[in-house]
């Protein structure tokens, strides 16, 4: 399930890749990168949600898209998560991967504010938000 899970993501990720790119500010481009652990609990509305929440976001006049990341972290736990919270949360505990990411053209708090809504949170994943490198 989680691998299929994964797949969806990566899917979606890559559905407005063109979207973004020149043009975009380099501060104003961050990445959502998706982590599952053990907790991760995906049923079949996964992908109908990721989907929903990608479209939705492309269809706000956020672009979304791939890039290389930048060194900086910031981590947002699952909704039902208990210790530190979102501003001192420094990764996810070990045994988790990256599952998949969406790139957003948007500024931090704006990219942190999407993450938050994220289906992937209601399912035990947990977000961390990267600011996009341009070269």
């Known amino acids: 399930m989680l691998q299929a899970a994964a797949a969806v993501v990566l899917f979606v990720s890559g559905w407005g890749t063109a979207q973004i790119g020149r043009g975009v500010p380099v501060d104003e481009r961050y990445m959502l990168l998706l982590w599952e652990g053990p907790e991760f609990r995906a049923d079949q509305s996964l992908a109908e949600e990721y989907g929903t929440w990608g479209r939705t976001v492309g269809e706000s006049g956020i672009p979304i898209s ?69 070269r």
Do not use: C, K
């Open 66 to 134: 791939g890039d290389e990341l930048g060194p900086s972290r910031r981590m947002l736990a699952p909704t039902n998560f208990v210790g530190p919270s979102a501003a001192t949360a420094t990764g996810p505990p070990s045994g988790y991967r990256i599952a998949g990411y969406f790139m957003v053209g948007a500024g931090e708090e704006e990219a942190l504010a999407l993450a938050e809504n994220h289906p992937h949170r209601r399912y035990g994943g947990w977000i961390q938000v990267v600011p996009g490198v341009v």
